[in-house]
Structure formats: C-alpha cells, structure tokens
C-alpha cells in the first residue's frame, strides 16, 4: 500500500482476515439471516477488493442457516459468465433450500445492470424448478453493497 509501511499493511491485511473469519462464523449461527446486514458485510468483506469480477452463491439449509459459500465463476474486470446449470448443480450437491446469489462490481458502482437483473431471474427460474428459493442477490463493490431484495428487484 503507497505510504504504508510493511508493518503496518500486515497489520491491515490481518485485521481485515480476523474480520473476515468472525462474520463467517456469524453466518453460520442459527439466527444470523435475520438481517441483510450480516451478509452485506460478509460479502463486502470478501468481494469489495477484487480487482475481478466473481459470482458468489451461498447456500442454505431449510431454516435460513448457511451450509456454504462458494466462489462458482470468476470473470474479467467488466463480465463475468455464469452458467444456471452449474449453479443447480451445487445446489443440488449441497441439498439447500435456499441460496443467496452475489458478485462484485469492480468498476466501483453497485448498480444493477439489466443483465444483472435478466441472470438473477433465469437463475431463480431454474432453481425454483428443483426447489431452491433465491432470497437475495447482492451486488458489491468498493464502499457499497446492494440488495435486490431490499431493492424490490428479486
């Protein structure tokens, strides 16, 4: 990092780890669905520095608590291609219920694109065909995280 020290950096870089690591044990408590903000932050923790546009799914058991999240896609700095087979086919392998679906925007706006919206409605349809409820699709990037849910776009 320009005009920080290597000490200092590794300091940074540890305590964005230890925070990473708390809330993915929050995640995994039985209670911690209850409120977007839990996964907001979890996920910007995870996907607001990449430099690449990445597809996560989280997946979750029939009361809301997650089973696991995975990174399936990983992009270029503008697109990333997401294929609605592969993502029933985890889970199916993970037998969720349900799934929360997020990637990140790089460019630093959290905004919807209409392709944005076009994919989470084809991955909705196709895993409602085996059951999964999508519940929300976030978007990340630096600074900001949007939730189609909360937006009323899901």
Request: aromatic fraction near 6%; charge should be positive; proline fraction near 4%.
């Amino acid at each position: 990092m320009p005009g920080v020290g290597e000490a200092k950096a590794a300091r940074f870089v540890a305590a964005r780890e230890v925070a990473r690591r708390v809330l993915a044990e929050q995640m995994q408590a039985r209670d911690s669905l209850a409120s977007p903000s839990a996964v907001r932050s979890y996920l910007r923790l995870r996907l607001q520095h990449l430099g690449h546009e990445v597809f996560w799914v989280v997946f979750l058991d029939a009361q809301n608590r997650v089973i696991a999240a995975e990174e399936l896609f990983r992009g270029t700095l503008t697109q990333t291609s997401v294929y609605p087979r592969e993502v029933v086919k985890r889970a199916l392998a993970h037998n969720a219920a349900g799934v929360i679906l997020a990637h990140n925007h790089p460019s630093g706006v959290a905004e919807p694109s209409i392709q944005d919206q076009a994919l989470t409605r084809a991955l909705a349809e196709s895993l409602a065909l085996v059951d999964v409820k999508v519940l929300d699709h976030f978007i990340v990037a630096p600074g900001a995280g949007l939730s189609f849910a909360e937006r009323g776009l899901l």
